[in-house]
């Protein structure tokens, strides 16, 4: 059974620091891997899909990268902002069903 | 584009009523349908899946059953809500990659 986890689960941060966010699988076979931010008390909207023969994704200032191997995926925020804060939460993709990890909580101090 | 809709927003019913929840995807046709639940402070659960009417995958034995009645609508129902089914319930759609979600519905059991 595919776990997901993430580390930290929270993080605070000031305003301009580049930052990781970490997330981990136990089941190497996966089909994708997506990172996902939530704001509070709203549907996660999507940010970075990794698919299984990729190392990694860009999208302005994030980049994910994959290791299926390790079974480990990390996003970069580069120059942090405040509109930065939310959750970010990770998702494995196996053979139809996507395990999300807890997420991490990150807040940016302007 | 394609789009999600999920209602009601919120909700607050009593212990021992019935629920319905519905999603419907526009844009898209035969997508893979999925229910998940978020309780507070916890991640998102995987309840049910769907990749073809009439096609339900339940994940968690509860209280919770699902239907696909129709290629782009996905409803959650309960015939007997408990007070454990309180959360925020979100729908998603996907096309055998990138994962998609809806504004979610905030379910409140009194």
Redesign the interface.
């Known amino acids: 059974k595919q776990e997901v986890t993430q580390i930290p689960a929270a993080l605070s941060v000031p305003e301009g620091e580049n930052l990781v966010l970490n997330c981990s699988f136990t089941d190497s076979a996966i089909?994708?891997l997506?990172w996902?931010r939530q704001d509070p008390?709203?549907?996660?909207?999507?940010l970075l899909?990794i698919?299984s023969s990729q190392r990694e994704q860009t999208s302005g200032r994030l980049n994910a990268s994959l290791d299926k191997s390790s079974g480990r995926s990390t996003l970069y925020i580069a120059a942090s902002q405040p509109g930065d804060s939310a959750t970010y939460?990770c998702?494995s993709?196996g053979t139809?069903?996507?395990?999300?990890?807890?997420?991490t909580r990150l807040k940016v101090l302007a | 584009s394609q789009t999600i809709h999920q209602w009601p927003a919120t909700l607050v019913q009593p212990v021992g009523s019935p629920l319905s929840l519905e999603c419907t995807v526009e844009g898209t046709s035969n997508p893979n349908l999925y229910w998940y639940r978020q309780a507070a402070g916890r991640g998102l659960q995987l309840l049910f899946y769907s990749v073809g009417i009439g096609q339900i995958s339940s994940e968690v034995p509860q209280n919770l059953s699902a239907s696909r009645p129709q290629d782009r609508q996905f409803i959650l129902s309960s015939k007997k809500l408990l007070l454990s089914d309180s959360g925020f319930y979100l729908c998603a759609w996907s096309e055998g990659q990138e994962l998609f979600f809806g504004e979610g519905s905030r379910l409140t059991v009194l």
């Open positions: 089909y994708n997506q996902f008390g709203k549907g996660l909207t999507s899909l698919q939460l998702a993709e139809y069903k996507y395990i999300f990890g807890t997420g």
